[in-house]
Nanobody, 122 residues
Framework: VQLQAYGGGLVLPGGSLRLSCAAA????????IGWFRQAPGKEREWVSC????????YYANSVKGRFIISRDNAKNTVYLQMNSLKLEDTATYYC????????????????WGQGTLVTVSS
């Protein structure tokens, strides 16, 4: 079971970026997928999650209305579209998977990908 997050980079404030979380060795469709981020010197923060079963999505208040999580089961990939990026969105972003129909309310996941760095800077 492997997850790989990619798509990070340098972006101007107000810009957009799309992160991808690809799976190898298992079918992402069967898993609830979460996105987390960790800024330097700060604790890891939950960002968003998408259910396995009904595709319902959930967001942290800090990104609600700006970020969109989605999944493409045919490509075995989950995306995080990040719009209206702010300086405080700068962090390493991680995707994680849990074999559940619904996003875990305790934000605990068994499988993690390596992070991808997002830098928002002018």
């Amino acid at each position: 079971v492997q997850l790989q997050a990619y798509g990070g980079g340098l972006v101007l404030p107000g810009g957009s970026l799309r992160l991808s979380c690809a799976a190898a060795g298992f079918t992402l469709e069967d898993y609830a997928i979460g996105w987390f981020r960790q800024a330097p010197g700060k604790e890891r923060e939950w960002v968003s999650c998408i259910n396995s079963g009904d595709g319902s999505t959930y967001y942290a208040n800090s990104v609600k209305g700006r970020f969109i999580i989605s999944r493409d089961n045919a490509k075995n990939t989950v995306y995080l579209q990040m719009n209206s990026l702010k300086l405080e969105d700068t962090a390493t972003y991680y995707c994680a998977a849990e074999l559940l129909l619904h996003c875990p309310t305790n934000h605990e996941y068994d499988y993690w990908g390596q992070g991808t760095l997002v830098t928002v800077s002018s």
